[in-house]
């Protein structure tokens, strides 16, 4: 067993900062843009939002109970909880945790490419071309180790010096970039139909089952759920804090961050005229489209695109080091390993790992698919079974500095039935598409 005593986050603000830092990243902006637009716009806003108040928000409570009530990182976690044949569950997270940060920190690192393009040189006309050089091959791969890089020089420092630190200075300047943003694609002439194929919904595309499964993938990849990332961060909090008044914090905030990004997203493109790329949208519409509307914009939208493209890599940064911090934690305590040894080790085979996706977008493509539809979604049904049946008494837990909280029984009852079904159905989907069509 490690020989360092386990740190704790120095307050509550520290937590619920890092928290939303994990929260939101990547999948706000990148993502949940990319997706509502293949999936037709806001019929997958309003899956998205149903899943996650129904299936998000009560899984982050039990990720939160099963972390703080264990303190353990969650391969011993799960362990403590429920006997040493859950270990395999946290395993799974884990491995999670590699297959994620490994592509995730390639996109990050297109970010950082872009955030510096806009800084240099403005944006090149040829957006698609641009894109194409820049999201595979060797450039990819060197921005995808400096990027690993900071995550692991981060982590390497800990909870309160490292994580605590970082989130606390970057998420409120994240805020207020994507509120700014915000505020100006309103301003913009012709961005009135970006809105209104962000909001109005076509009901028909909610019965399609390939809607269905990828809403409540991006639901759980949002959120950080479901590979004990959540949890982790939670083995650091103290008894007083009120996890489920916590739950509804970081859940709110992730899901405000997401949808305001799409308020900057849509009308932007509408506004010059690039409607006919968003029905093509694919994994490369965020680097392709808008940066193809900075273009056309002239300096401004060079300014405009730096700080968007800034935005993006804080957003990924604060998300990536809870990624490795479940790895990292796991390693201190099942190992026994310390923190640095640990994070050189684990940051550079997540490091090696990633050189794949970052020389071929498909298999980038194909891990996030991967990752968003079965490992995280598999690792949802998981945790409500687990806290819904295994798990003996998971409201001691969540009552410590919370006393009664009136949707106590609700939780419990959906994590025993509506969310396992939901998610079994979903995942028989996922499944499905991914193997065998
Ligand atoms: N929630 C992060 C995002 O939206 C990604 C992430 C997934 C982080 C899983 C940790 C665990 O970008």
């Not at 194909?366 to 539809?373: E, F, I, N, S």
Request: glycine share 12%.
């Amino acid at each position: 067993m490690s020989q360092e005593p386990r740190e704790r986050w120095s307050g509550r603000t520290g937590f619920v900062l890092a928290a939303i830092g994990s929260a939101v990243g990547l999948g706000n902006m990148w993502r949940f843009s990319y997706l509502t637009a293949e999936y037709g716009g806001a019929a997958f806003v309003l899956l998205y939002i149903a899943f996650t108040i129904l299936i998000g928000i009560p899984i982050l409570l039990a990720e939160l109970a099963i972390g703080r009530g264990a303190a353990r990182s969650p391969i011993s976690a799960l362990d403590h909880f429920g006997g040493g044949a859950w270990k395999a569950g946290g395993i799974w997270f884990v491995a999670s945790g590699f297959l994620i940060l490994s592509y995730y920190s390639v996109i990050a690192g297109w970010t950082l490419r872009y955030t510096l393009n806009a800084l240099i040189g403005g944006f090149e006309p040829d957006t698609g071309a641009h894109f194409d050089a820049v999201s595979q091959g060797t450039g990819a791969v060197v921005g995808h180790l400096v990027f690993m890089g900071a995550t692991s020089l981060i982590v390497s420092r800990g909870i309160k010096a490292g994580i605590e630190r970082t989130s606390l200075v970057l998420m409120p300047l994240l805020f207020a970039l994507v509120c700014g943003l915000a505020i100006y694609a309103y301003t913009l002439e012709g961005g009135r139909e970006g809105y209104a194929f962000y909001l109005e919904t076509d009901f028909s595309k909610i019965l399609d089952a390939q809607v269905f499964s990828t809403a409540a993938g991006q639901a759980f990849f949002s959120l950080s759920l479901g590979m004990g990332a959540m949890m982790t961060y939670a083995s650091y909090v103290s008894p007083q804090q009120h996890l489920p008044n916590e739950s509804l914090v970081i859940g709110g905030a992730d899901f405000v961050i997401a949808f305001v990004a799409g308020l900057v997203v849509f009308p932007l493109i509408f506004a010059l005229g690039l409607s006919a790329d968003v029905s093509e949208s694919t994994l490369g519409a965020l680097f392709i489209t808008l940066p193809k509307a900075f273009a056309m914009m002239g300096l401004a939208g060079q300014a405009v695109g730096f700080l968007f493209f800034a935005a993006l890599v804080i957003g990924a940064l604060t998300s990536a080091i809870s990624l490795l911090e479940v790895v990292v934690a796991s390693a201190i305590d099942t190992l026994g390993w310390s923190r640095l040894r640990s994070t050189l080790v684990f940051g550079g085979a997540i490091a090696l790992l990633g050189i794949p996706p970052a020389l071929n977008i498909n298999i980038l493509d194909w891990m996030d698919k991967l990752a968003g539809q079965l490992f995280l979604v598999a690792g949802g049904l998981l945790l409500a079974i687990f806290v819904g049946w295994v798990m003996k008494d998971p409201f001691s837990e969540v009552r410590k500095g919370a006393e009664h909280v009136a949707w106590f029984p609700l939780w419990r009852f959906l994590l025993r039935y509506p969310i396992p079904l939901v998610l079994a159905v979903v995942l028989y989907f996922s499944v499905r598409k991914l193997f065998f069509d």
